[in-house]
């Protein structure tokens, strides 16, 4: 009898055993990885993987995704950094996913990293080490992976000396919000910032040449044009949603050089929008970047 029970009360542990442990990883999903941001090199640079190191699928063209705009210390957008000089990072996701993350680099034509981050409110800098040399990486938090932050925001301070193009390299994770690693759409996109060639920029003296720029000090934007007409002006703002969230009928322009503050309401929160801009019939555009 000793022999047929032990078998049997053994035989009985080991179903039970099995039956815990299998009623325990059922109570559980697997928790969303990187909820924290990801480790550095995966922004899809010369050198590194991308977020499909972690989660399944294919990277997607980001190059509407991703919106990545650099402000100066006026809030006017920069397509030439001066060397030295400290900028404001803003990326959005066009679509703004209930779950996302980004990781973000900025790399010279040597692959080296060009200049120096720092962490923004809803930010952290990761730094890895590529080829030999260590890279910054700008990424999420645990507390703004979700659409409830509209842009991420951290400062990038341009090289010391003029070190030609800078590629910023964007991965962007839309997160189905499923707490596992598939069904994620990751979307890479690169851009591009020429050097100051240190020649004087003239007076806007051309017809239809446009600017404009946020200033969280005035909680106004700065719009800069030249015109050879003398016509009505009207500024529209719109979201990236393409809604319309404030538009305004401005002074008469006047011939040549033209600029004015427009006062934005308190209403428009934190994000990226467009900015529509009207002379007579003649539209302009700018991404600008709101933070109060």
């Known amino acids: 009898m000793k022999k047929i029970i032990f078998p049997l009360a053994l035989l009985t542990f080991t179903?039970?055993?099995?039956?815990?442990?299998?009623?325990?990883?059922?109570?559980?999903?697997?928790?969303?990885?990187?909820?924290?941001?990801?480790?550095?090199?995966?922004?899809g640079a010369p050198g590194e993987q991308n977020c499909t190191s972690c989660h399944s699928g294919s990277a997607q063209n980001g190059a509407s995704e991703n919106q990545l705009l650099v402000n100066n210390d006026i809030g006017f957008g920069i397509t030439q950094y001066t060397p030295g000089a400290t900028y404001t990072v803003n990326l959005s996701m066009a679509s703004n996913?209930?779950?996302?993350?980004?990781?973000?680099?900025?790399?010279?034509?040597?692959?080296t990293m060009a200049g120096m981050f720092t962490?923004?409110?809803?930010?952290?800098?990761?730094?890895t080490t590529i080829a030999g040399g260590q890279r910054k990486y700008a990424t999420h938090k645990s507390s703004s992976n979700t659409s409830a932050t509209q842009t991420w925001n951290w400062t990038w301070v341009a090289p010391t000396t003029n070190?030609?193009?800078?590629?910023?390299?964007?991965?962007?994770?839309k997160a189905n919000n499923n707490n596992n690693d598939n069904g994620d759409v990751i979307y890479l996109s690169q851009h591009v910032f020429t050097a100051e060639n240190g020649a004087q920029v003239e007076e806007l003296k051309t017809e239809n040449t446009f600017s404009a720029g946020y200033s969280s000090a005035k909680e106004a934007i700065f719009?800069?044009?030249?015109?050879?007409?003398i016509e009505p002006t009207s500024v529209n703002i719109v979201d990236?949603?393409?809604?319309?969230?404030?538009?305004?009928?401005?002074?008469?322009?006047?011939?040549?050089?033209?600029?004015?503050?427009v006062v934005l309401?308190?209403?428009?929160?934190?994000?990226?929008?467009?900015?529509?801009f009207f002379v007579g019939n003649k539209p302009h555009s700018a991404t600008i970047s709101v933070q109060h």
């Open 15 to 43: 179903t039970g055993l099995f039956s815990f442990h299998s009623a325990r990883l059922e109570g559980y999903q697997i928790a969303p990885l990187d909820a924290n941001g990801p480790g550095g090199g995966k922004t």
């Open 97 to 111: 996913p209930a779950k996302k993350g980004f990781q973000v680099t900025a790399l010279n034509a040597a692959n």
């Open 119 to 127: 962490a923004g409110a809803n930010t952290q800098i990761k730094t």
């Open 163 to 173: 070190e030609g193009n800078v590629t910023f390299y964007v991965a962007t994770n």
């Open 223 to 229: 719009i800069e044009f030249s015109t050879l007409t």
């Open 240 to 261: 990236l949603n393409g809604k319309s969230v404030f538009t305004k009928n401005l002074e008469l322009s006047t011939t040549g050089l033209n600029k004015q503050w």
């Open 265 to 276: 309401p308190k209403h428009i929160k934190d994000g990226l929008y467009v900015v529509h």
